[in-house]
Protein backbone atom coordinates (compact mmCIF):
# COMPACT_ATOMS: atom_id res chain seq x y z
CA UNK A 1 0.00 0.00 0.00
CA UNK A 2 0.90 3.71 -0.80
CA UNK A 3 0.35 6.56 1.19
CA UNK A 4 -1.49 7.74 -1.69
CA UNK A 5 -2.06 6.96 -5.42
CA UNK A 6 1.19 6.31 -7.10
CA UNK A 7 1.87 8.11 -10.35
CA UNK A 8 0.09 6.64 -13.89
CA UNK A 9 2.33 4.67 -15.42
CA UNK A 10 4.14 6.85 -18.01
CA UNK A 11 4.12 5.21 -21.76
CA UNK A 12 3.69 5.77 -25.60
CA UNK A 13 0.93 4.80 -28.09
CA UNK A 14 2.31 1.43 -30.27
CA UNK A 15 1.75 2.22 -33.85
CA UNK A 16 -0.90 -0.99 -35.09
CA UNK A 17 -1.33 -2.02 -31.39
CA UNK A 18 -3.92 -0.97 -28.97
CA UNK A 19 -1.65 -2.13 -26.20
CA UNK A 20 0.83 0.96 -25.10
CA UNK A 21 4.16 0.84 -24.39
CA UNK A 22 5.19 1.59 -20.67
CA UNK A 23 8.05 3.83 -20.25
CA UNK A 24 10.57 3.48 -17.54
CA UNK A 25 13.44 6.17 -18.17
CA UNK A 26 14.38 8.78 -21.21
CA UNK A 27 18.12 8.80 -21.94
CA UNK A 28 19.21 11.65 -24.76
CA UNK A 29 22.67 11.09 -26.46
CA UNK A 30 24.73 14.85 -26.92
CA UNK A 31 25.77 16.11 -29.96
CA UNK A 32 25.83 12.43 -32.28
CA UNK A 33 25.32 14.21 -35.96
CA UNK A 34 28.79 16.35 -36.68
CA UNK A 35 27.00 19.17 -38.41
CA UNK A 36 24.76 19.96 -35.11
CA UNK A 37 28.07 19.33 -33.45
CA UNK A 38 29.44 22.30 -35.07
CA UNK A 39 27.20 24.52 -35.30
CA UNK A 40 26.77 24.31 -31.33
CA UNK A 41 30.43 25.35 -31.48
CA UNK A 42 31.87 21.84 -29.95
CA UNK A 43 34.24 19.02 -31.34
CA UNK A 44 33.27 16.11 -33.13
CA UNK A 45 35.61 13.66 -31.82
CA UNK A 46 34.33 13.29 -27.92
CA UNK A 47 32.82 10.09 -27.03
CA UNK A 48 28.82 10.09 -26.97
CA UNK A 49 27.45 11.80 -23.25
CA UNK A 50 24.25 11.42 -22.47
CA UNK A 51 21.37 13.47 -20.13
CA UNK A 52 18.11 11.84 -19.40
CA UNK A 53 14.17 13.46 -19.11
CA UNK A 54 11.90 12.49 -16.43
CA UNK A 55 9.28 9.56 -17.91
CA UNK A 56 6.18 11.68 -18.04
CA UNK A 57 8.04 14.12 -19.84
CA UNK A 58 6.87 11.95 -23.04
CA UNK A 59 3.63 12.88 -25.01
CA UNK A 60 1.68 11.22 -28.19
CA UNK A 61 1.25 12.84 -31.00
CA UNK A 62 -0.54 14.51 -32.80
CA UNK A 63 -0.27 16.90 -29.36
CA UNK A 64 -0.25 20.39 -28.55
CA UNK A 65 2.37 21.33 -26.24
CA UNK A 66 2.42 24.83 -24.17
CA UNK A 67 4.97 27.09 -24.30
CA UNK A 68 7.35 26.15 -21.70
CA UNK A 69 8.08 28.70 -18.80
CA UNK A 70 11.86 30.62 -17.92
CA UNK A 71 12.32 30.46 -21.66
CA UNK A 72 12.73 32.91 -24.36
CA UNK A 73 14.39 30.39 -26.74
CA UNK A 74 12.63 27.43 -27.10
CA UNK A 75 14.34 25.27 -29.59
CA UNK A 76 13.20 21.60 -31.62
CA UNK A 77 15.60 19.12 -32.00
CA UNK A 78 13.97 16.39 -34.10
CA UNK A 79 15.65 11.98 -33.04
CA UNK A 80 15.47 9.24 -34.13
CA UNK A 81 13.62 7.15 -30.65
CA UNK A 82 15.08 3.63 -29.82
CA UNK A 83 12.93 1.73 -26.97
CA UNK A 84 14.32 -0.85 -24.99
CA UNK A 85 12.49 -4.33 -25.03
CA UNK A 86 15.17 -6.46 -22.99
CA UNK A 87 16.85 -5.04 -20.34
CA UNK A 88 20.65 -5.84 -19.48
CA UNK A 89 24.45 -4.48 -18.68
CA UNK A 90 27.54 -3.96 -20.95
CA UNK A 91 25.49 -5.24 -24.15
CA UNK A 92 28.15 -5.85 -27.22
CA UNK A 93 27.65 -4.26 -30.16
CA UNK A 94 26.95 -7.13 -31.92
CA UNK A 95 23.96 -7.93 -29.52
CA UNK A 96 22.41 -4.42 -29.35
CA UNK A 97 19.21 -5.22 -31.95
CA UNK A 98 18.48 -7.85 -29.69
CA UNK A 99 17.47 -5.60 -27.02
CA UNK A 100 15.59 -3.11 -28.78
CA UNK A 101 11.38 -3.71 -29.12
CA UNK A 102 10.77 -1.02 -31.48
CA UNK A 103 11.65 2.41 -32.77
CA UNK A 104 10.16 5.79 -33.46
CA UNK A 105 10.86 9.30 -34.25
CA UNK A 106 10.18 12.55 -31.76
CA UNK A 107 11.70 15.92 -30.51
CA UNK A 108 13.99 16.82 -27.55
CA UNK A 109 12.52 20.20 -26.96
CA UNK A 110 14.83 22.56 -24.88
CA UNK A 111 14.93 25.48 -23.12
CA UNK A 112 18.49 26.80 -24.78
CA UNK A 113 18.81 30.08 -23.29
CA UNK A 114 18.73 27.80 -19.87
CA UNK A 115 20.94 25.23 -21.61
CA UNK A 116 23.63 28.30 -22.71
CA UNK A 117 23.36 29.88 -19.36
CA UNK A 118 24.28 26.27 -17.45
CA UNK A 119 26.98 25.57 -19.95
CA UNK A 120 28.46 28.80 -19.40
CA UNK A 121 28.37 28.41 -15.09
CA UNK A 122 29.29 24.69 -15.26
CA UNK A 123 25.34 23.36 -13.84
CA UNK A 124 23.39 20.78 -14.77
CA UNK A 125 21.65 20.61 -18.02
CA UNK A 126 18.06 19.42 -16.49
CA UNK A 127 16.36 22.70 -16.41
CA UNK A 128 17.23 23.31 -20.22
CA UNK A 129 16.13 19.48 -21.17
CA UNK A 130 13.80 17.62 -18.56
CA UNK A 131 11.06 20.21 -18.26
CA UNK A 132 7.55 18.88 -18.51
CA UNK A 133 6.07 17.49 -21.73
CA UNK A 134 9.54 17.93 -22.84
CA UNK A 135 9.99 14.78 -25.29
CA UNK A 136 6.67 14.14 -28.17
CA UNK A 137 7.08 11.19 -29.71
CA UNK A 138 5.17 9.17 -32.43
CA UNK A 139 4.00 6.05 -32.07
CA UNK A 140 6.61 3.22 -30.96
CA UNK A 141 7.24 1.08 -34.47
CA UNK A 142 7.45 -2.86 -33.66
CA UNK A 143 11.46 -3.60 -34.41
CA UNK A 144 9.71 -6.12 -37.19
CA UNK A 145 8.58 -3.19 -38.81
CA UNK A 146 11.33 -0.78 -38.99
CA UNK A 147 12.91 -0.76 -42.19
CA UNK A 148 16.48 0.45 -40.41
CA UNK A 149 18.07 2.21 -37.35
CA UNK A 150 21.20 2.69 -39.61
CA UNK A 151 19.87 4.32 -42.23
CA UNK A 152 16.74 6.96 -43.40
CA UNK A 153 16.17 10.61 -44.13
CA UNK A 154 15.28 12.34 -40.40
CA UNK A 155 13.23 15.51 -41.15
CA UNK A 156 11.72 18.45 -39.18
CA UNK A 157 9.53 21.10 -40.74
CA UNK A 158 7.69 24.36 -38.73
CA UNK A 159 4.98 25.62 -40.90
CA UNK A 160 5.85 23.35 -44.18
CA UNK A 161 8.86 25.22 -43.84
CA UNK A 162 12.14 22.12 -43.58
CA UNK A 163 14.08 23.29 -41.40
CA UNK A 164 16.08 19.87 -40.05
CA UNK A 165 17.04 16.85 -42.71
CA UNK A 166 19.89 14.54 -42.32
CA UNK A 167 20.39 10.63 -42.72
CA UNK A 168 20.77 8.50 -39.49
CA UNK A 169 23.53 7.25 -41.10
CA UNK A 170 25.07 10.49 -40.47
CA UNK A 171 25.50 9.73 -36.53
CA UNK A 172 28.88 10.10 -35.56
CA UNK A 173 27.82 6.68 -32.89
CA UNK A 174 25.57 4.37 -34.66
CA UNK A 175 22.43 3.17 -32.26
CA UNK A 176 24.60 -0.49 -31.74
CA UNK A 177 27.28 1.72 -30.33
CA UNK A 178 25.80 4.42 -28.42
CA UNK A 179 23.29 1.79 -26.44
CA UNK A 180 26.43 -0.41 -25.99
CA UNK A 181 27.89 2.58 -24.55
CA UNK A 182 25.05 3.37 -22.28
CA UNK A 183 24.85 -0.09 -21.02
CA UNK A 184 28.23 0.22 -19.55
CA UNK A 185 27.01 2.98 -17.36
CA UNK A 186 23.65 2.11 -16.27
CA UNK A 187 21.38 -1.60 -15.97
CA UNK A 188 19.38 -1.04 -18.84
CA UNK A 189 15.95 -2.10 -18.37
CA UNK A 190 12.61 -2.73 -20.71
CA UNK A 191 11.01 0.49 -21.27
CA UNK A 192 13.99 2.44 -21.00
CA UNK A 193 13.74 4.95 -24.77
CA UNK A 194 16.70 6.78 -26.13
CA UNK A 195 16.86 9.87 -27.89
CA UNK A 196 19.45 9.71 -30.50
CA UNK A 197 20.85 12.95 -30.96
CA UNK A 198 19.54 15.40 -33.88
CA UNK A 199 21.19 16.73 -37.05
CA UNK A 200 21.62 20.26 -37.94
CA UNK A 201 19.69 23.07 -38.55
CA UNK A 202 17.93 23.67 -34.70
CA UNK A 203 16.44 26.64 -33.90
CA UNK A 204 13.13 28.64 -32.29
CA UNK A 205 9.31 28.44 -32.38
CA UNK A 206 6.92 30.31 -31.04
CA UNK A 207 3.16 30.27 -29.75
CA UNK A 208 1.33 28.72 -32.88
CA UNK A 209 3.96 27.01 -34.63
CA UNK A 210 3.62 23.62 -35.95
CA UNK A 211 6.16 21.16 -36.18
CA UNK A 212 5.86 18.30 -38.25
CA UNK A 213 9.07 15.83 -38.97
CA UNK A 214 9.75 11.80 -39.45
CA UNK A 215 12.26 9.29 -40.29
CA UNK A 216 11.09 8.38 -44.07
CA UNK A 217 9.35 4.71 -43.88
CA UNK A 218 9.28 4.58 -39.88
CA UNK A 219 6.98 7.10 -38.72
CA UNK A 220 6.29 11.16 -38.78
CA UNK A 221 4.66 13.51 -36.16
CA UNK A 222 2.65 17.01 -35.44
CA UNK A 223 3.48 18.74 -32.63
CA UNK A 224 1.92 22.33 -32.34
CA UNK A 225 3.02 24.73 -29.75
CA UNK A 226 0.72 26.20 -27.64
CA UNK A 227 0.65 29.21 -25.73
CA UNK A 228 2.55 30.16 -22.54
CA UNK A 229 2.04 28.07 -19.87
MN1 LIG B 1 18.91 16.35 -28.40
Known amino acids: ?86 GGANISDADVMGHIWGASVGIDLT ?14 WDWAKAFDQSAPIAPIVPIADVPSVEAGRIWLSVNGEQRQEADLSDMIWAVREHVAILSQAMVLAPGDIIMTGTPAGVGAVVPGDVLTGGVDGLASFEVIIGPRA
Open 111 to 124: RRDLQAEAKKMGRP
Open 1 to 86: MFVFDPPRQSSLAVQGNSNRFPVRRVFCVGRNYEAHVREMGNDTREPPFFFTKPSDAVRDTPCTIPYPPLTEDLHFEVELVIAIGK
